[in-house]
């Protein structure tokens, strides 16, 4: 074990990181304004990786199908989270916990279907484009070139959504409407059509990282269980609703699971578990307070 071996797979998790923050942002903001707990979240995710295949290959998976993938995949994943909030979610807002849990769990169970009839239970596979393959050296580890790219979308999703939220007027809306729906609705704004706007909202920001991991793993089945639960984590950590938290608690759980593969990979899989206990026992209400 060496300095540029550590700093390797330190850089490795960071940039895992901002993948888990990108879906734990979208997972976070819906929860901060809408108080729904959308397990579809995951399959939303899921949507984008096999969207973002599907609009790739149809390019031949060459360099233009990546970016291409990168702008359509998440847009089409925004409006099936629209279509979803018109259809759906928005009679039951209202509605008791477990009715809003079991509705969005049974949307993965039709996602998933769905996925099997479109793509089929085969694994898929999208290529790294052209100019973000190979590696360039940093501080004397070699990290690959993409994984750079996400180390830099990351902060720029970031910085991204505290612009709209804190210097926008329609994202100052949705802060208030998080936290007085009655009196928003009272000033003849209609917060409807704000849930429905966050709801597409996170739905992009799924779609889009589900794009973005897509040419770093095998596209399958079974890849929206996984990310849920450490969005689900992410966000706890964080602090509901606090997108600053939610970035703080990723980078903590990316590098620690990068860096316990080194030197505890027997409990590697369990580790982000327990580092969620353990933060949780010094910070129960989570890293940051709710900003909303």
């Not at 976070?28 to 939303?44: E, Q, Y």
């Not at 807002?93 to 949307?107: F, I, K, V």
Request: proline residues 3%.
């Amino acid at each position: 074990m060496d300095i540029a071996t550590l700093l390797n797979q330190l850089l490795i998790g960071l940039s895992r990181g901002m993948i888990f923050f990108i879906v734990a942002a979208g997972l976070t903001l819906i929860f901060g304004v809408l108080r729904i707990t959308n397990f579809a979240h995951g399959s939303l995710y899921m949507l984008g990786a096999f969207i973002a295949y599907t609009v790739s290959t149809s390019l031949g998976q060459g360099h233009y199908g990546f970016w291409l993938a990168l702008l359509v995949a998440p847009l089409i994943v925004m409006i099936i989270s629209l279509i979803i909030e018109r259809g759906l979610l928005r009679f039951i807002y209202n509605r008791d916990h477990l009715t809003q849990m079991l509705l969005t769990y049974s949307l993965v169970l039709i996602t998933g279907d769905a996925v099997k009839i479109i793509w089929g239970a085969e694994y898929k596979s999208m290529n790294i484009p052209a100019g973000l393959r190979g590696s360039i050296s940093l501080w004397g580890t070699s990290l690959p070139v993409y994984n750079a790219f996400l180390l830099f979308i990351g902060p720029l999703v970031a910085l991204g959504l505290w612009f709209f939220l804190a210097k926008t007027h329609l994202g100052k809306i949705c802060r208030a409407t998080a936290t007085d729906r009655e009196m928003v609705d009272i000033l003849g704004i209609n917060s409807t059509r704000v849930f429905a706007l966050v709801f597409a909202l996170g739905g992009w920001l799924a779609g889009l990282g589900g794009t973005l991991i897509a040419p770093t793993t095998a596209i399958s089945m079974g890849m929206d269980a996984n990310i849920l639960i450490y969005a689900f984590l992410i966000v706890v950590i964080g602090g509901l609703g606090n997108i600053w938290g939610a970035l703080i608690s990723s980078i903590i759980i990316g590098v620690g699971e990068a860096i316990g593969v080194l030197f505890i990979p027997s409990v590697s899989i369990v580790l982000p578990y327990i580092i969620a206990g353990i933060l949780l026992i010094f910070r129960p209400s989570g890293l940051l307070k709710s900003v909303w």
